[in-house]
């Protein structure tokens, strides 16, 4: 909100690390060996969750470096991904919380804002989704989602103590299509209107972003109306 012209904050008296998120880049995230069987050919995937110092910096620097959105801390509760055929690393992943706020997101689920403030914790935002850039491989993109959907849940209850049941995802018009989060049955359900959350009189312009949905839990509503 101070950055947004809001309120007025007095300068920090000490530093909390919040301005240092850029990573350092070294040979850990170099390119490697192009990989190029289609996905059914990969054998089982690994979903590794990100839970060691060197995984994390591992993630991102891979984000920073190969993710067109670069890196930075992700927002409330999290999880991340590494993923792996055998020894050959693939794909990285990043979860975090939702969006405050989502018109097309909130009609399709039905709840009171009431509701909404109760429950959002249960709805998942996948915020980073990065096939690495020497992987081509059909059908990956969605393989990897929809292990990623079977796991999450488990792996969230570990972490945290209780599961979500419904999965966001933001895909930028112009640039990309959706097209892995269509083959894996994620619901389009509206685009955003390209403002940033806190801009009231449309003076910071966003890029339009389509909204996908992934319900994880077949009652997902119910679950997300209970006051």
């Given at each position: 909100?101070?950055?947004?012209?809001?309120?007025?904050?007095?300068?920090?008296?000490?530093?909390?690390?919040?301005?240092?998120?850029?990573?350092r880049?070294?040979s850990?995230?170099?390119?490697?060996e192009?990989?190029?069987?289609p996905?059914?050919?990969l054998?089982?995937?690994?979903?590794?969750?990100?839970n060691t110092?060197?995984?994390?910096?591992?993630?991102?620097?891979?984000?920073?470096?190969?993710?067109?959105?670069?890196?930075k801390?992700l927002p409330?509760?999290?999880?991340?991904y590494?993923?792996?055929?055998?020894p050959?690393?693939?794909?990285?992943?990043?979860?975090?919380?939702?969006?405050?706020?989502l018109?097309p997101?909130?009609?399709?689920?039905?709840?009171?804002?009431e509701?909404?403030?109760?429950?959002?914790?249960?709805?998942?935002?996948?915020?980073?989704?990065?096939?690495?850039?020497?992987?081509?491989?059909?059908?990956?993109?969605?393989?990897?989602?929809a292990?990623?959907?079977?796991r999450?849940?488990k792996?969230w209850?570990?972490?945290?103590?209780?599961?979500?049941v419904?999965?966001?995802?933001f895909?930028?018009q112009?640039?990309?299509h959706?097209?892995?989060?269509?083959?894996?049955?994620?619901?389009q359900?509206?685009?955003?209107q390209g403002?940033?959350?806190?801009d009231?009189?449309?003076?910071?312009p966003l890029?339009?972003?389509?909204i996908?949905?992934y319900?994880?839990?077949?009652?997902?509503r119910?679950?997300?109306?209970?006051?």
């Amino acid at each position: 909100m101070h950055r947004d012209g809001l309120i007025t904050l007095p300068p920090p008296q000490k530093g909390n690390g919040n301005g240092r998120t850029r990573p350092r880049l070294t040979s850990a995230s170099d390119p490697r060996e192009p990989i190029t069987l289609p996905a059914g050919a990969l054998g089982e995937l690994l979903f590794r969750p990100v839970n060691t110092r060197k995984d994390s910096s591992l993630w991102n620097e891979l984000i920073e470096r190969y993710h067109y959105l670069g890196y930075k801390p992700l927002p409330g509760a999290q999880i991340r991904y590494l993923v792996f055929s055998g020894p050959h690393l693939l794909a990285a992943l990043g979860f975090g919380a939702a969006a405050w706020a989502l018109a097309p997101r909130d009609r399709f689920i039905g709840w009171t804002a009431e509701q909404r403030v109760h429950n959002l914790h249960l709805v998942v935002n996948n915020a980073r989704f990065l096939i690495l850039p020497w992987v081509s491989s059909q059908n990956l993109a969605s393989r990897v989602l929809a292990g990623v959907a079977r796991r999450l849940p488990k792996d969230w209850q570990t972490r945290y103590g209780y599961q979500p049941v419904l999965l966001e995802t933001f895909v930028e018009q112009g640039r990309f299509h959706g097209t892995c989060y269509r083959a894996g049955n994620w619901i389009q359900v509206g685009q955003t209107q390209g403002r940033g959350k806190l801009d009231r009189h449309t003076r910071y312009p966003l890029p339009v972003k389509d909204i996908f949905l992934y319900p994880l839990h077949k009652r997902f509503r119910r679950e997300l109306r209970t006051s």
